[in-house]
């Protein structure tokens, strides 16, 4: 049945979706990468696809800035449309020295200023919102066959996009590699649901030094995360 944000039918997402925010990346990916693609999706204009990748069935659903609005449609994909299978392929700010513009960031757990998990616990609880790791790790295996450079690590999951009050230094002092919107409600809620989650992610700015990309090259020229994540997804 169609909800509130989804116009599609039952069986019209395949089990294994990807997940970029940007509405116009899913369409680009629909249209680059996939066979046989119809739109399933139109509601709000957070366009969905359906098509094929080397015969294998594949969705990719645009899912806006945020852990609220990416929650509303990951949880939807979960509880109503079956998906079983969730790899988010966006764009983060790189904040470790040894991170670079472009370089793809494999998200094995992430760190956040938001209330989502904590509000999902008791006091005294600090959970951490964990990768499925047979993703991860065919990710990175599939990264080294493809000649993919990858980093791993924590990446943090910022509440605001404007925050000035946010230590960036400190972050890169303890390890954090980048930071962007989404994963720890993400992994999170792939806790919560039982499916599969991992945050495939591209450099596109440089939040310690110069460096960034265009809005352009960001929707559509992030082709390493998304061959390496459809590899990963069929592996």
């Given amino acids: 049945m169609a909800t509130p944000h989804n116009e599609a ?39 969905g696809f359906t098509g094929s990748y080397q015969g294998h069935p594949i ?7 945020g852990i609220p609005s990416m929650s509303i449609y990951v949880t939807e994909l979960a509880t109503v449309y ?29 760190s956040t200023d938001s209330n989502v998990v904590a509000n999902t616990f ?8 964990l990768a499925d790791f047979e993703l ?5 295996t599939k990264a080294q066959e493809l000649g993919l450079h990858v980093r791993v690590g924590d990446i943090f ?16 002092d303890y390890g954090v590699l980048g930071t962007e919107m989404e994963s720890a409600g993400f992994y999170l809620l792939g ?25 352009k090259e960001r929707e559509t020229g992030f082709n390493d995360m998304i061959h390496l994540a459809l590899e990963t997804a069929i592996a």
């Fill in 136 to 140: 991860l790790n065919t990710a990175y």
């Fill in 157 to 172: 999951a910022a509440d605001r996009f404007y925050n000035d009050e946010i230590d960036m230094r400190k972050l890169a």
């Fill in 191 to 215: 806790a919560k649901y039982h499916f599969r989650a991992l945050s495939i992610l591209t450099v596109s700015d440089l939040l310690l030094r110069e460096g960034s990309t265009t809005s």
């Fill in 82 to 110: 079956g998906v079983t299978t969730m790899l988010r392929v966006g764009s983060c700010g790189g904040v470790d020295p040894r991170v670079n513009l472009r370089d793809i960031l494999l998200a094995q757990g992430s």
């Fill in 59 to 65: 969705s990719v659903q645009g899912t806006g800035m």
């Fill in 9 to 47: 039918a039952p069986g019209d997402y395949a089990p294994i979706t990807l997940l970029p925010g940007d509405p116009l990346r899913a369409q680009y990916i629909a249209e680059h990468f996939l066979d046989d693609v119809r739109q399933v999706n139109g509601v709000r204009n957070c366009l």
């Fill in 122 to 129: 008791q006091p005294g609880i600090h959970y951490a919102p």
